[in-house]
């Protein structure tokens, strides 16, 4: 049986069980995805212990919400490294991680909330050759976000210029860091269009429109696109920020990542050719 789950905190609104639960039921696969929260005022060595009882108890893997994508990262590099390929490159280049794999004493860390975003923001703007994109937070889930830019850049050239902003301006350089060489100290080109991702944990309307106030006063663009990561209710607090057309939030992307983790997993679960297959179909459903 596998056994799969989700940390992070706090997890009451996570999607991700349902998600997982599904692909199991598709692929025919018996298994279980337990929500697993752990409290980060514990402290990150209380959370290395927490990820060594569940490697005892024979989980298979995890993904990791914020705020526990660093930690994870960290611990998986004590343990094993980065997965090889793309998804463990891009948890590599930014040091976060939203998936983990326990495998004969090993533990492997990949990152897909980079292809999550890029394939979202791919299918809901088509054909964008260039952009300017601004990063707004700068936790875990700006890492991924920024893995993903980076890749885009590299595969595609669409990307053109890239900044951080959070209020923690040593966060906020500690991300910068991340960032080529090109992008360090780039002006953005105002002619541009200009996609805003906000990485921030949920605010209210009022509190949301306050960081907007200030991004607007360093950065006033004609065409605006903002993509928030929260969905559902979490997201009700930038619904008014801009039109409709201009907005979307992260449901696409949490679908598309979420397919990622759980097609590493059956790689290292090595389950049979007819359950992967069953799970490939189930993808269809994903667009």
Request: charged share 25%; aromatic share 10%.
């Amino acid at each position: 049986m596998l056994k799969l789950g989700i940390t992070g905190y706090p997890l009451r609104h996570t999607k991700s069980p349902g998600l997982h639960r599904g692909f199991l039921r598709i692929s025919e696969l018996k298994g279980a995805y337990d929500v697993l929260p752990f409290d980060p005022a514990a402290g990150r060595a209380a959370f290395f212990v927490f990820l060594d009882g569940l490697r005892e108890q024979g989980y298979l893997g995890l993904n990791v919400t914020i705020p526990h994508k660093e930690w994870a990262f960290e611990y998986a590099a004590k343990h094993g490294g980065p997965v090889a390929g793309f998804f463990g490159n891009c948890a590599k280049r930014v040091r976060a991680a939203n998936t983990l794999i326990f495998d004969n004493g090993r533990v492997y860390s990949a990152n897909t909330d980079a292809q999550g975003i890029w394939c979202d923001v791919g299918r809901w703007l088509p054909g964008m050759e260039a952009l300017d994109v601004l990063i707004v937070g700068t936790g875990g889930a700006a890492r991924g976000v920024l893995a993903g830019i980076l890749e885009r850049h590299e595969s595609a050239g669409s990307v053109r210029g890239v900044k951080i902003w959070g209020r923690d301006k040593r966060k906020s350089a500690a991300l910068e860091r991340l960032l080529p060489s090109r992008f360090k100290g780039a002006r953005f080109n105002d002619s541009l269009p200009l996609l805003i991702v906000w990485c921030l944990s949920p605010l209210s309307k009022s509190a949301s429109s306050v960081v907007w106030r200030e991004i607007g006063a360093l950065y006033d663009r004609a065409l605006i696109f903002l993509y928030d990561l929260n969905y559902g209710e979490r997201s009700k607090g930038t619904a008014a920020l801009v039109g409709r057309r201009r907005r979307r939030t992260g449901m696409g992307m949490l679908r598309l990542q979420a397919s990622a983790s759980f097609s590493i997993w059956l790689e290292f679960a090595k389950v049979d050719q007819d359950g992967i297959r069953r799970f490939e179909k189930s993808r269809l459903w994903i667009a």
